[in-house]
């Protein structure tokens, strides 16, 4: 079974989609657990998700049944797969087929999990009704926006996922109850103003001035002391004008990543930049505009999810690490946290294992079997 999801991960890594595009992903995930699962498959559009019905009826056999949900999402980095990926033991290749798209975030082994699951839950059954959600563009914060709506329709009580992270000793679960990873949005500010000829500035309105000025002070909003928690302003680009040494720029933009422990200081902070970005360009005369991308709650753990994948990490003699802090990055994941109970969870890659996001990653194959072993058990706690 392992060595089946293996190979499936490593074809997953070959046609590498970025999200909102996971056609190929998606199709050969559904034909994948048609195929080898008794599961039934639901076909979303976008997404797809796998249904197992223990068959028990609790509303005349007295027997009390959840509707228990994973989750795994599908979509890849707008990154070049650097080198020759091969499997060990067969040398089968598997680099990705899609120039500058790339598994370097481990999707791939994510969705393989789950799949690993689905033949675990056709071989050994489980007491409770599982959906398998297989879910698009987690990387943009859409796709949880659209799949979390199958938690009213199923009657979805709790909802696992798992991501791998380095850092841990390999097949360690890694777990916090309450926030464990930020939240963040992505806001780009435009000025625009008046181009003139760069002898004559006066007869324009040139926005490089003001965008400077907010940038600088926009970093200084997000050391303030008047929120919950820690907030973060990242700037991570300036743009106007170009080398044109004869044209000063009528318009120009900058865009900023904030980042925060909860979703409200993530917006009172939001709130703060704008009004500052307004009150600069004011003052220089500009006309300025907002735009959001990339937005993302913060995941918060539910403290008895958290407790069920303790327990069964536990029973199966994983090690467990107790995360003192929220990491810094994001997941839409915590938009199915906010309408049942929930826990993200990570699963040790290694401590020396390269960090996701980067050339050198690869999703670990020795951790498919503990998220799959680890979430079949946790069905029935």
């Known amino acids: 079974m392992i060595e089946s999801a293996i190979k499936l991960r490593h074809e997953l890594h070959k046609c590498a989609e970025l999200s909102g595009h996971e056609a190929k992903t998606k199709e050969l995930l559904m034909a994948a657990i048609r195929s080898d699962t008794k599961l039934e498959v639901r076909d979303r559009g976008s997404w797809f998700y796998a249904y197992y019905d223990c068959g028990a009826d609790d509303a005349t056999g007295g027997v009390t049944v959840r509707n228990i949900a994973f989750r795994a999402d599908m979509d890849a980095l707008p990154m070049d797969d650097i080198g020759d990926l091969k499997d060990p033991c067969t040398g089968y290749g598997y680099s990705s087929e899609t120039a500058g798209v790339s598994h370097r975030c481990g999707h791939d082994g994510h969705c393989a999990a789950l799949y690993a699951l689905a033949r675990l839950l056709s071989e050994r059954g ?85 965008l400077a000025q907010l940038a600088a002070k926009a970093g200084r909003l997000g050391r303030d002391e008047l929120f919950h928690g820690r907030v973060m302003v990242t700037i991570v680009g300036i743009n106007t004008g170009g080398r044109n040494f004869g044209m000063a720029p009528g318009e120009g933009e900058v865009d900023i990543t904030l980042r925060a422990r ?13 009004a500052c970005a307004e009150e600069i360009a004011c003052e220089s005369d500009l006309e300025v505009y907002f735009e959001k991308e990339d937005v993302f709650p913060e995941t918060a753990n539910a403290a008895d999810a958290v407790a069920k994948v303790r327990a069964s990490a ?13 990491v810094r990055s994001s997941e839409d994941f ?32 020795r951790i498919l079997g503990t998220a799959a072993e680890l979430f079949h058990t946790v069905i029935s706690v």
């Open 126 to 210: 489980a007491s409770n009704n599982v959906c398998l959600i297989f879910q698009h563009a987690e990387e943009t914060g859409a796709g949880a926006r659209e799949c979390a709506k199958l938690i009213d329709e199923k009657k979805i009580e709790e909802i696992y996922a798992f991501h791998n992270w380095s850092g841990f000793d390999e097949g360690s679960v890694v777990l916090r109850e309450g926030t464990i990873m930020c939240a963040s949005e992505g806001l780009r500010i435009t000025m625009k103003g008046k181009a003139s000829h760069a002898s004559r500035p006066e007869d324009g309105a040139n926005p490089a001035e003001a």
């Open 262 to 274: 909860c979703e409200e200081d993530m917006l009172a902070l939001e709130r703060e930049i704008i």
């Open 314 to 326: 536990e029973k199966l003699g994983l090690k467990v690490c107790e995360l003192e802090n929220p």
């Open 334 to 365: 915590g938009r199915y946290c906010k309408k049942c109970s929930g826990a993200m969870i990570f699963i040790g890659n290694g401590k020396s294992w390269p960090q996701i996001h980067t050339t050198e990653y690869d999703f670990n194959d």
